[in-house]
């Protein structure tokens, strides 16, 4: 005889072993990750070799605890139930997006699960490989405005941020001060690329972490706003940026416009401590419950990427 139905909100993954229980158990058919990274692999070891150097970079330790060849890494997101991610590519100087780009579409053409995906750096080319990524299917844009170190503001983005509302894919944008405040971060900056484009799909990556306040502030302005939860309330996070202590019940109001990202693999803790701090949300308010559980980890971010 079969035993009693797990709750999720109350028996929360507790190892990675654990999570497709949990997953089935919350009654989606599986994960939709909106927020992992896969990129070429010698660009790969320089993002990890800068990690290494985190408490150098970033005050703290920062191990990748899924430093692992790539199909290893996808046998992983596999086994862990996520049925459709955005790998996210992003560049750090000049002349680098358009072949990011082009290597992140045909890498998702090879990988059933993985939306295509694009990215911009504000130069005279933008328009131009954005515009026939989107036109390719591109089903969401990654934007990293402390990476790239660019005001996302600048005239030259100006029309890309246009295209991108037009085509109503999502850009996934690190716009936030933290963990580390870049020239251009900060809510308040893109607040005003929102406010000139009010029809731009946004998600804020990392929820805005430090400014939720803010973030939340956004989406009470912008409709098309959305926040994802990439790294946000874990046990890692909490120690620098902790959300505030009403968190779940702020949430309640924008609960359709919170979706799952995990920063996978470049995060130094395992992947169920992103879905206990979810589900530990889900539990404490009771407006909030599984009905949030489906929509964050699949309903939502699977609307947003146009996969039903």
């Known amino acids: 005889m079969a035993g009693p139905l797990r709750d999720p909100l109350a028996s929360p993954p507790v190892d990675d072993a654990d999570v497709p229980a949990w997953v089935a158990a919350t009654g989606v058919a599986g994960l939709v990750d909106i927020h992992v990274h896969f990129l070429p692999d010698r660009m ?17 330790a920062w191990p990748i605890h899924y430093r692992e060849p790539e199909q290893t890494r996808l046998d992983l997101l596999r086994g862990f139930g996520v049925r459709t991610f955005a790998p996210l590519v992003y560049p750090h100087k000049p002349g680098m997006a358009a072949w990011l780009t082009s290597w992140s579409l045909e890498w998702a053409a090879e990988v059933p699960e993985a939306v295509p995906t694009a990215t911009l750096y504000p130069e005279e080319s933008v328009t131009t490989y954005l515009g026939d990524a989107l036109a390719a299917g591109a089903r969401a844009v990654k934007a990293h405005v402390q990476v790239g170190d660019y005001d996302p503001r600048d005239p030259l983005l100006d029309a890309a941020w246009g295209l991108i509302a037009e085509a109503g894919v999502p850009v996934i944008t690190h716009c936030g001060d933290g963990p580390r405040q870049g020239t251009w971060t900060g809510m308040d900056v893109f607040a005003e690329v929102l406010e000139r484009h009010p029809r731009l799909t946004a ?3 990392h929820a805005g972490l430090p400014e939720y306040d803010t973030t939340l502030r956004l989406l009470e302005r912008f409709p098309n706003v959305h926040l994802d939860t990439t790294m946000v309330g874990t046990p890692f996070t909490e120690s620098f940026a902790p959300v505030p202590a009403d968190w779940p019940a702020r949430l309640v109001d924008v609960a359709d416009r919170v979706v799952l990202g995990t920063d996978f693999p470049n995060i130094p803790y395992a992947y169920h401590q992103q879905l206990a701090a979810i589900a530990g949300w889900a539990a404490a308010d009771d407006r909030l419950g599984t009905a949030f559980l489906r929509g964050v980890l699949h309903d939502t971010p699977a609307r947003l990427l146009g996969t039903g």
């Open 44 to 60: 790969l070891q320089k993002v990890w070799a800068f990690f290494d150097e985190a408490e150098q970079n970033y005050g703290m």
């Open 203 to 205: 998600v804020i990556a």
